[in-house]
């Protein structure tokens, strides 16, 4: 159980084009879900806090212009990056938050490894 | 802002052995997870902690939430080649997960 995909797993884009990543709850329904980013060697930075139904919260320093969220049922939500550069080439990483008792658990997905040339 | 200290860094082990890291933290947490990542894949949960001096267990893993609820362990015992990873620490509050830096294992066979 609890059990989180994305895709795609690897991407590779031209600077200046957008990129969609999906992240999927398959075994769980999940009014939130998180975003984050995690450059070589270094540990994960969360970008912004998904909630089905509303606006992303976008942590200090993250532009929601540039990485779009969309929460648009209670197993998919998206991170488009608008406009990619070479310094948004990363790996990006989901989580959600089953709705259970026991909400402070997440539970991430593989991770998509976006390269922008 | 919080601060969150992860240590060791790295650890470089025989297998067989024993290995403990701890992270300290200035601000007190409802919440302390384990996390253990492999290269190029998403973290995995292996232990949660909900109870400020809880002990858990999972197979030969151990972990606690500190008293004070600023810190928290993760023991491995006899540590084997498949452990080797990036472990993470990362306490929960309002909702919200911070990681630490990371340990990372190393273990020769």
């Known amino acids: 159980g609890a059990v989180v995909s994305q895709h795609p797993s690897r991407v590779i884009c031209k600077s200046g084009t957008s990129v969609k990543i999906e992240c999927r709850s398959l075994?769980?329904?999940?009014?939130?879900m998180f975003w984050y980013r995690q450059f070589p060697k270094q540990s994960l930075m969360l970008m912004a806090t998904?909630?089905?139904?509303?606006?992303?919260?976008?942590e200090q320093g993250v532009e929601k212009d540039k990485f779009l969220i969309n929460h648009a049922s209670l197993t998919l939500s998206t991170l488009t990056v608008t406009s990619a550069h070479p310094e948004d080439s990363s790996f990006y990483i989901c989580s959600a938050n089953p709705i259970r008792e026991i909400y402070n658990e997440q539970f991430f997905g593989p991770g998509t490894r976006l390269t922008v040339l | 802002g919080q601060q969150l200290n992860q240590s060791p860094q790295s650890m470089f082990i025989q297998e067989g052995e024993d290995v403990s890291m701890n992270c300290t933290s200035s601000?007190?947490?409802?919440?302390w997870l384990w996390y253990k990542q492999d290269p190029g894949e998403g973290p995995v949960l292996l232990i949660a902690l909900y109870k400020a001096g809880e002990l858990t267990s999972n197979g030969r893993l151990t972990a606690q939430f500190g008293i004070t609820r600023k810190d928290s362990f993760l023991n491995i015992s006899a540590s084997i080649p498949s452990d080797v990873g990036i472990y993470f620490c990362?306490?929960?509050?309002?909702?919200?997960?911070?990681f630490g830096q990371g340990t990372e294992l190393s273990v020769k066979p």
């Open positions: 998904s909630n089905e139904g509303s606006k992303a919260t976008y």
């Open positions: 601000s007190i947490f409802n919440t």
């Open positions: 990362a306490p929960n509050q309002g909702g919200k997960l911070i």
């Open positions: 075994d769980f329904q999940a009014t939130t």
